[in-house]
């Protein structure tokens, strides 16, 4: 089981506490990085990043049209890119949209705005462990 991590994002009802998820998986990110490089962890901090926005994007437009099934879709592809990388709280994130959005409700704007934020946060914490690591 991987361990702490630091950098945190808001809870749930927008404030930040001490108890709120951490963003990445640390322990996790320096085994990566110890079993395929810096390098190689930085472009798929890259590719989350790219591929992660354009998915966003369609999120959006699945909201606007409460396409539950296609926003389904779109968050399990950031959900797997983000953890798969050590970006614990963005594949939690998206896990609990994508259930509501396998269960019919699509995710609002809103929803869609603050796993933009997470996203960008993931990334930039990820790019920092992976500078560091250097």
Known sequence: ???Q??????????????TAKPILDHEMV?????????????????SLKSEGTQL???LMVDAQESNAQDAAAHLHAIRGAG?????AT???????????????VAPSADDVAELSSLLE????????????AR
Do not use: I, N
């Open 30 to 46: 320096g085994e990566l990085v110890e079993d395929y490089g810096a390098d190689m962890l930085d472009e798929l901090r890259m």
């Open 1 to 3: 089981m991987y361990g």
């Open 90 to 104: 963005l594949g939690a994130f998206c896990q609990r949209l994508e259930v509501a959005a396998k269960g019919g």
């Open 83 to 87: 953890l798969s990388v050590g970006c």
């Open 121 to 132: 946060q993931s990334v930039v914490a990820l790019g920092e462990a992976v500078s560091a």
């Open 5 to 18: 991590s630091q950098g945190v994002v808001p809870a749930e009802d927008g404030a930040e506490t001490d």
């Open 56 to 58: 966003v994007d369609a």
